[in-house]
């Protein structure tokens, strides 16, 4: 059974950085994407940053040029860099994986950001 652990949440001001790792156990199928999604207060999940096989990789328009998605050469583990946050990224932040056409997610970790 394919878990997936999250960590490097936290509270930051309005300008600061965070990363957030996501780590994945008991693989047994390909790796087609990992990524990262969040959902913010009343507000649907909407998806973050994905890594596909290979080195290809998807940025939603509000991150593009703050956040960097990269992943460990193994592809059981994938990142999220977080540059230059805003209050309006505060939410919880949660990895998804697809091995062998499953998805799999985490539990999930919260990001705040203080104005």
């Known amino acids: 059974q394919v878990q997936l652990v999250e960590s490097g949440g936290g509270l930051v001001q309005t300008g600061g950085s965070l990363r957030l790792s996501c780590e994945a156990s008991?693989?047994?199928?390909?790796?087609?994407?990992m990524g990262w999604y969040r959902q913010a207060p009343g507000k649907q999940r909407e998806v973050v940053a994905l890594i596909k096989r290979g080195v290809s990789t998807e940025l939603a328009d509000s991150v593009k040029g703050r956040f960097t998605i990269y992943r460990n050469d193994g592809h059981s583990a994938v990142y999220l860099r977080m540059n230059f946050l805003r209050p309006e990224d505060t939410a919880v932040y949660y990895c998804k994986a697809n091995f062998g056409g499953n998805d799999y997610w985490g539990q999930g970790t919260q990001v705040t950001v203080s104005p």
């Open positions: 008991g693989v047994g199928g390909r790796f087609v994407e």
